[in-house]
């Protein structure tokens, strides 16, 4: 049986463009206690590299990374 993935919280960025989707990521990650995990709705295409470039430097997670509809969606593991 799949286990369910458990979102601790969600921030939906749409619509805020560069370098604000990631500066809003890190400080909600920022805020968050390890092991935690965080999903990102954004439709900034920068987010592609910026985020998962963020979590490299911080040590954090990237458990996954979907696009549909123009929208893309990380969810991240403290």
Do not use: H
């Given at each position: 049986m799949r286990q369910k993935k458990i979102i601790d919280k969600i921030l939906d960025v749409k619509g805020l463009v560069c370098p604000v989707?990631?500066?809003m990521t890190s400080q909600t990650l920022k805020?968050?206690?390890?092991?935690a995990s965080l999903k990102v709705i954004?439709?900034?295409?920068?987010?592609?590299?910026?985020?998962?470039?963020?979590?490299?430097?911080?040590?954090?997670?990237?458990?996954?990374?979907?696009?549909?509809?123009g929208l893309i969606y990380f969810t991240i593991r403290k």
């Open positions: 989707p990631t500066v805020e968050m206690k390890k092991g954004t439709n900034d295409m920068t987010t592609k590299e910026s985020i998962p470039s963020l979590c490299t430097d911080r040590g954090y997670k990237i458990i996954d990374i979907k696009e549909e509809d």
